[in-house]
């Protein structure tokens, strides 16, 4: 019975790739992450994770810590009161030119899923150029959502200062300030987007939930979610990067497979927003941002930069590697394993 017991044990380990091996392993139990916006669709793969227990069967103690928006939980990695983040990809090509590298390790989402809406209530605006002299609500300022607008505008002969910039968050928040008529556009993601759309409040200008969408407003693919840190952290805890990305590695294959019902489930009832139905029929709009299994590719890189460059004077004068933005050496090793 004990040797049984023994190989039933080892078959669990090995069917799953993570738990007892990496629970021993692990230069680094305790880690605290940080994200803005957790309930938002773009970090569903997160709420995922933390849900199904995969970090616990990594070993790992993880505090996940939500901020109203991107550009402040990268915030909290540069000041050192996080480990690690669930962010845009962005962040890696800002943070390179700013002199402080930080590098992707899991890509989560290969569409960013935002959307750019005028709130029907402010009046005509259909077109970028109709934005001038508005009020745009976008996650949080230097987050991701801010980050599509300025690219649009610089595409259209405009630039930043020619709108208002308004954190609104990712949730309740977001659809409170469209419906209070707080703003004129907005810049958001799902389920505040199919929110908005179910109840009339918007009429959409630009949609990168999907591959066609993604393309007609980058012009080529666009890696969105990332779980990123610094090269500091990863040279130090090797083993630990090595068990996280195993985490999402095999959560971004468990999305590809689950259906509505299943990830539905999973999640807490405030992430529904009252209406479940409709939350499932956001995801559906979603499903098609995430990566199958975690892997960068150099074209999203490259893409990504040429954006940014587009607005960010700071990227467009310095000198970016984009080898030291990703690395799909933990994914690819986590792949091997996890079938």
Do not use: C
């Amino acid at each position: 019975m004990r040797l049984k017991s023994v190989i039933a044990a080892a078959t669990v380990v090995l069917a799953f790739g993570i738990g007892a091996a990496h629970a021993q392993q692990v230069e680094k139990k305790d880690l605290k992450l940080a994200v803005g916006g957790k309930p938002l669709l773009y970090y569903l793969p997160l709420t995922i994770a933390e849900r199904l227990g995969y970090f616990k069967e990594a070993g790992l103690n993880v505090e996940i810590s939500d901020f109203g928006g991107g550009a402040k939980s990268l915030q909290a990695l540069v000041g050192g009161s996080a480990d690690i983040v669930t962010g845009a990809f962005d962040h890696t090509v800002q943070m390179q030119a700013k002199g402080q590298p930080i590098t992707a390790v899991t890509l989560l989402g290969r569409y960013p899923g935002i959307v750019l809406a005028s709130v029907k209530k402010a009046g005509e605006i259909k077109s970028i150029k109709d934005l001038k002299g508005k009020k745009i609500g976008v996650t949080a300022p230097g987050s991701s959502t801010n980050f599509m607008v300025n690219y649009l505008l610089s595409q259209n002969g405009m630039k930043a200062e020619d709108v208002s910039f308004i954190g609104v968050g990712g949730g309740p928040s977001a659809v409170a300030a469209v419906k209070r008529g707080e703003i004129d556009a907005i810049a958001n993601l799902d389920p505040v987007i199919s929110q908005l759309q179910a109840d009339g409040d918007i009429a959409i200008i630009e949609d990168t939930r999907t591959e066609k969408g993604t393309l007609d407003t980058y012009g080529g693919p666009y890696p969105a979610a990332v779980l990123y840190t610094t090269p500091a952290f990863i040279k130090e805890n090797p083993k630990t990067t090595q068990a996280l990305v195993d985490v999402f590695v095999k959560t971004m294959k468990w999305i590809d497979q689950a259906k509505t019902e299943d990830v539905l489930k999973v999640l807490p009832e405030e992430y529904f927003l009252g209406n479940k139905t409709l939350y499932g029929q956001a995801y559906e709009h979603s499903k098609p941002t995430y990566s199958p299994d975690g892997r960068f590719t150099r074209e999203g890189a490259e893409a990504a930069y040429k954006v940014l460059k587009a607005f960010d004077p700071a990227v467009a004068s310095a000198s970016i590697d984009l080898d030291k933005t990703y690395t799909n050496a933990f994914v690819e090793d986590a792949l091997k394993r996890l079938k």
